[in-house]
C-alpha cells in the first residue's frame, strides 16, 4: 500500500558495522587503539568471520574473577568461547551449549592452533536440559565462576534461574543483545517486523527482571547490540 510505512528487520537493524555506537570512525578509533593492539592473532582470524568487538572486556572479567570453569550458551564460530578459552587456567573448562556443530567447528581449528581446544567440552544441545542435568548433581551447585548466554533469546529468563544455582555467588552472568538494536526504548515498535516486537518485548520484560532482582547486581552496557552483566549476591 502506498504510503505504508517500512517494516524494520534484523538486516536493518543490525546492518551496521558499529553496533549501537552509530560513529563509524569512532568505532574504529576504539579498535585500533583498545582492540586490535592487544588482540591474539587467533582472536584477529576469527573475529574476522564472526564480527565482534565484545572480547576484551569479556577477557578483563574473567581474568578479575579468576574464572576456571565457565558455561556458554550459544556459540555460534566460537569467538567469545576462543576469548574465554585463552584467558582461563590451563586446566580451566568451558561447558558450551549449542545446538549447531556445524558453525562451532568453523572456528575449531583455531582453537587447536592455539591450543586450547581441550579446555572446551562442547555439547551439541539446546541448552535448559543440559542446564537441568547440571543441577541434578549437587557438586555443581555454585561450581561455576562465569557464564555467557547469547542463545535463544525466548529463553533467557529461564536460564537466568538455572545459572544462578550454578554460578558462585561473586561469580558473573552475561546476556547478551539485551537492548535489541536500541528497540528496547522504542515507544512505538509498529514498523518492526513480528519476529523483532517479539524478541524486543522478550528483552523489555528481562531488563526489568534483571534489574528488580535482588539476588544480582547489574550493569547494562551499549558496546555491541547491548550486554547486561550480573553479579551473583547470594
Known amino acids: 500500500m502506498e504510503g505504508a510505512p517500512k517494516k524494520h528487520s534484523a538486516v536493518d537493524l543490525f546492518k551496521t558495522d558499529s553496533g549501537l555506537l552509530q560513529s563509524k570512525e569512532l568505532y574504529q578509533y576504539i579498535l585500533k587503539t583498545s582492540v586490535y593492539p592487544n588482540e591474539a592473532e587467533v582472536l584477529k582470524e576469527l573475529r574476522e568471520i564472526t564480527a565482534t568487538d565484545e572480547g576484551p572486556l569479556m577477557s578483563m572479567l574473567l581474568k578479575l574473577v579468576n574464572a576456571k570453569k565457565t558455561i556458554e550458551i550459544g556459540v555460534y564460530t566460537g569467538y567469545s568461547l576462543l576469548v574465554t578459552a585463552l584467558s582461563l ?33 562442547f555439547i551439541e544441545s539446546i541448552a535448559l536440559p543440559v ?23 525466548n529463553n533467557y529468563a529461564n536460564y537466568h534461574e538455572r545459572l544462578l544455582k550454578l554460578v558462585k555467588v561473586g561469580g558473573l552472568i552475561l546476556y547478551d543483545n539485551t537492548l535489541w538494536g536500541g528497540t528496547v526504548a522504542w515507544e512505538d515498535d509498529s514498523s518492526l517486523d513480528e519476529s523483532l516486537k517479539t524478541v524486543k518485548h522478550v528483552f523489555v520484560d528481562l531488563n526489568k527482571k534483571l534489574a528488580s532482582d535482588s539476588r544480582i547486581q547489574i550493569a547494562q552496557l551499549s558496546v555491541g547490540d547491548g550486554l547486561t552483566m550480573c553479579v551473583r549476591l547470594c
Open 89 to 121: 587456567p590451563e586446566d580451566g573448562k568451558i561447558v558450551a551449549i549449542d545446538t549447531d556443530r556445524e558453525t562451532f567447528e568453523l572456528g575449531l581449528p583455531l582453537f587447536k592452533k592455539a591450543g586450547v581446544d581441550h579446555k572446551v567440552e
Open 131 to 153: 542446564l537441568d542435568k547440571l543441577l541434578e548433581d549437587p557438586k555443581n551447585e555454585g561450581s561455576f565462576d562465569y557464564a555467557f548466554v547469547d542463545a535463544d533469546k
